[in-house]
Protein backbone atom coordinates (compact mmCIF):
# COMPACT_ATOMS: atom_id res chain seq x y z
CA UNK A 1 0.00 0.00 0.00
CA UNK A 2 1.13 3.41 -0.43
CA UNK A 3 -0.68 7.14 -0.08
CA UNK A 4 -0.76 9.51 -2.45
CA UNK A 5 -1.11 13.48 -1.80
CA UNK A 6 -0.89 16.51 -3.08
CA UNK A 7 2.40 17.96 -4.12
CA UNK A 8 4.49 20.12 -1.53
CA UNK A 9 7.17 22.23 -1.58
CA UNK A 10 9.79 20.09 -0.34
CA UNK A 11 8.58 17.30 -3.02
CA UNK A 12 10.12 19.18 -5.71
CA UNK A 13 13.93 18.57 -6.26
CA UNK A 14 12.30 14.27 -5.89
CA UNK A 15 9.36 15.06 -8.54
CA UNK A 16 11.93 16.53 -11.08
CA UNK A 17 14.61 14.59 -10.88
CA UNK A 18 11.83 11.71 -11.70
CA UNK A 19 9.99 13.63 -14.39
CA UNK A 20 13.74 13.95 -15.66
CA UNK A 21 14.82 10.51 -15.50
CA UNK A 22 11.01 8.89 -16.37
CA UNK A 23 11.09 10.72 -19.92
CA UNK A 24 14.58 9.51 -20.76
CA UNK A 25 13.81 5.88 -19.70
CA UNK A 26 11.68 5.86 -22.64
CA UNK A 27 14.53 6.49 -25.53
CA UNK A 28 15.52 2.80 -25.49
CA UNK A 29 12.61 1.16 -25.95
CA UNK A 30 11.37 3.62 -28.14
CA UNK A 31 14.45 2.71 -30.52
CA UNK A 32 14.21 -0.88 -29.96
CA UNK A 33 10.63 -0.69 -31.02
CA UNK A 34 11.21 1.65 -33.79
CA UNK A 35 14.83 -0.49 -35.13
CA UNK A 36 12.96 -3.73 -35.01
CA UNK A 37 9.79 -2.33 -37.10
CA UNK A 38 10.00 -4.67 -40.46
CA UNK A 39 10.22 -1.03 -42.44
CA UNK A 40 13.10 0.01 -40.67
CA UNK A 41 14.66 -3.41 -40.46
CA UNK A 42 14.41 -3.66 -44.21
CA UNK A 43 15.55 0.12 -44.66
CA UNK A 44 18.75 -0.63 -42.23
CA UNK A 45 19.91 -3.68 -44.58
CA UNK A 46 19.02 -1.52 -47.39
CA UNK A 47 21.60 1.00 -45.88
CA UNK A 48 23.91 -1.89 -44.78
CA UNK A 49 23.88 -3.18 -48.24
CA UNK A 50 24.32 -0.24 -49.86
CA UNK A 51 27.76 0.50 -47.86
CA UNK A 52 28.72 -3.13 -48.74
CA UNK A 53 28.72 -1.93 -52.06
CA UNK A 54 29.68 1.35 -52.17
CA UNK A 55 32.63 0.35 -50.12
CA UNK A 56 33.69 -2.48 -52.40
CA UNK A 57 32.44 -5.50 -51.46
CA UNK A 58 33.50 -3.96 -47.21
CA UNK A 59 31.95 -5.69 -44.72
CA UNK A 60 33.13 -2.89 -42.43
CA UNK A 61 31.24 -0.33 -44.55
CA UNK A 62 28.13 -1.71 -44.58
CA UNK A 63 28.48 -2.29 -40.49
CA UNK A 64 29.41 1.55 -40.81
CA UNK A 65 26.76 2.43 -42.96
CA UNK A 66 23.98 0.49 -40.91
CA UNK A 67 25.67 1.63 -37.65
CA UNK A 68 25.48 5.33 -38.57
CA UNK A 69 21.08 4.61 -39.90
CA UNK A 70 20.88 3.47 -36.61
CA UNK A 71 22.25 6.05 -34.71
CA UNK A 72 20.16 8.54 -36.59
CA UNK A 73 17.06 6.63 -35.36
CA UNK A 74 18.73 6.40 -31.92
CA UNK A 75 18.74 10.42 -32.27
CA UNK A 76 15.12 11.30 -33.32
CA UNK A 77 14.12 8.96 -30.58
CA UNK A 78 16.30 10.92 -28.07
CA UNK A 79 15.46 14.16 -29.62
CA UNK A 80 12.01 13.57 -29.28
CA UNK A 81 11.80 12.64 -25.64
CA UNK A 82 14.61 15.50 -24.68
CA UNK A 83 13.13 18.13 -26.19
CA UNK A 84 9.69 17.22 -24.16
CA UNK A 85 12.03 16.98 -21.13
CA UNK A 86 13.09 20.45 -21.66
CA UNK A 87 9.82 22.57 -22.99
CA UNK A 88 7.91 20.76 -20.23
CA UNK A 89 11.07 22.19 -17.74
CA UNK A 90 11.01 25.35 -18.91
CA UNK A 91 7.27 25.94 -18.73
CA UNK A 92 4.79 23.88 -16.00
CA UNK A 93 7.63 22.19 -14.28
CA UNK A 94 9.57 25.22 -13.48
CA UNK A 95 7.04 26.37 -11.40
CA UNK A 96 4.66 23.74 -10.50
CA UNK A 97 2.62 26.26 -7.66
CA UNK A 98 1.81 28.20 -10.51
CA UNK A 99 1.37 26.12 -13.17
CA UNK A 100 -0.47 23.34 -11.14
CA UNK A 101 -1.75 24.13 -7.50
CA UNK A 102 -2.30 28.25 -7.95
CA UNK A 103 -5.69 27.16 -9.90
CA UNK A 104 -8.30 25.18 -7.22
CA UNK A 105 -9.20 22.95 -10.84
CA UNK A 106 -5.86 21.59 -11.33
CA UNK A 107 -3.89 19.04 -9.16
CA UNK A 108 -0.37 17.72 -8.92
CA UNK A 109 -0.09 14.27 -7.24
CA UNK A 110 2.73 12.49 -5.51
CA UNK A 111 2.73 8.97 -4.81
CA UNK A 112 4.92 7.16 -2.38
CA UNK A 113 4.46 3.87 -3.12
CA UNK A 114 3.25 1.60 -5.74
CA UNK A 115 -0.49 1.87 -5.04
CA UNK A 116 -3.82 1.27 -6.69
CA UNK A 117 -5.19 4.66 -5.89
CA UNK A 118 -5.42 6.14 -9.13
CA UNK A 119 -9.52 6.69 -8.05
CA UNK A 120 -7.95 9.79 -6.08
CA UNK A 121 -7.34 11.64 -8.94
CA UNK A 122 -10.92 10.77 -9.84
CA UNK A 123 -12.46 11.80 -7.11
CA UNK A 124 -10.66 15.21 -7.05
CA UNK A 125 -11.61 15.71 -10.54
CA UNK A 126 -15.52 14.30 -9.99
CA UNK A 127 -15.26 17.16 -6.54
CA UNK A 128 -14.49 19.98 -9.04
CA UNK A 129 -17.43 18.57 -11.34
CA UNK A 130 -15.68 17.58 -14.12
CA UNK A 131 -17.14 14.85 -16.62
CA UNK A 132 -13.73 13.24 -17.87
CA UNK A 133 -10.26 12.81 -17.60
CA UNK A 134 -8.13 13.69 -20.46
CA UNK A 135 -4.38 13.26 -21.21
CA UNK A 136 -1.60 12.53 -23.57
CA UNK A 137 0.92 9.38 -24.09
CA UNK A 138 3.11 7.90 -26.35
CA UNK A 139 3.15 4.34 -28.23
CA UNK A 140 6.35 3.12 -26.33
CA UNK A 141 4.91 3.62 -23.17
CA UNK A 142 2.97 0.22 -23.10
CA UNK A 143 3.18 0.19 -19.19
CA UNK A 144 1.71 3.43 -18.92
CA UNK A 145 -0.66 2.70 -21.75
CA UNK A 146 -1.38 -0.60 -20.11
CA UNK A 147 -2.52 0.76 -16.61
CA UNK A 148 -4.41 3.69 -18.28
CA UNK A 149 -6.52 0.96 -20.37
CA UNK A 150 -7.00 -0.69 -16.72
CA UNK A 151 -8.37 2.13 -14.88
CA UNK A 152 -11.16 3.07 -18.11
CA UNK A 153 -9.48 5.21 -20.54
CA UNK A 154 -10.01 4.69 -23.82
CA UNK A 155 -7.43 5.93 -26.94
CA UNK A 156 -9.88 8.67 -28.64
CA UNK A 157 -7.28 9.74 -31.19
CA UNK A 158 -3.34 9.01 -32.27
CA UNK A 159 -1.19 11.28 -33.96
CA UNK A 160 2.40 12.18 -34.67
CA UNK A 161 2.82 15.58 -34.35
CA UNK A 162 5.20 16.38 -31.67
CA UNK A 163 7.14 19.52 -30.65
CA UNK A 164 10.18 18.61 -32.99
CA UNK A 165 10.71 17.88 -36.78
CA UNK A 166 8.22 16.31 -38.36
CA UNK A 167 10.76 13.64 -39.81
CA UNK A 168 11.93 12.99 -35.93
CA UNK A 169 8.59 11.18 -35.25
CA UNK A 170 8.43 9.79 -38.92
CA UNK A 171 11.54 7.85 -38.24
CA UNK A 172 10.99 7.05 -34.88
CA UNK A 173 8.04 5.87 -35.66
CA UNK A 174 6.14 7.63 -32.47
CA UNK A 175 2.60 8.25 -31.91
CA UNK A 176 1.17 10.72 -29.03
CA UNK A 177 -2.05 8.95 -27.74
CA UNK A 178 -4.82 11.41 -26.75
CA UNK A 179 -6.84 9.14 -24.20
CA UNK A 180 -10.04 10.17 -22.57
CA UNK A 181 -11.96 8.37 -19.66
CA UNK A 182 -15.71 10.25 -18.60
CA UNK A 183 -16.42 10.25 -15.16
Known sequence: TCSIREYQAEDKDAVISLFRNGILEHVYPAFFKTISHPDQIGVT????????????????????????WAGLIYYCCYEIYEGYRLRRMATDMADIQA???????????VAKAE?????????????RGFSRVVLETSTPQTAANALYSKLGFIQ????????????????ANIQVMHMEKYI
Do not use: Q, R
Open 45 to 68: LSISMAGYVLGGSSYFMALLFGGA
Open 156 to 171: TSCHSNTHVNHWFSKL
Open 115 to 127: VNDAHKVMEFCKD
Open 99 to 109: SFLDNPDNGFW
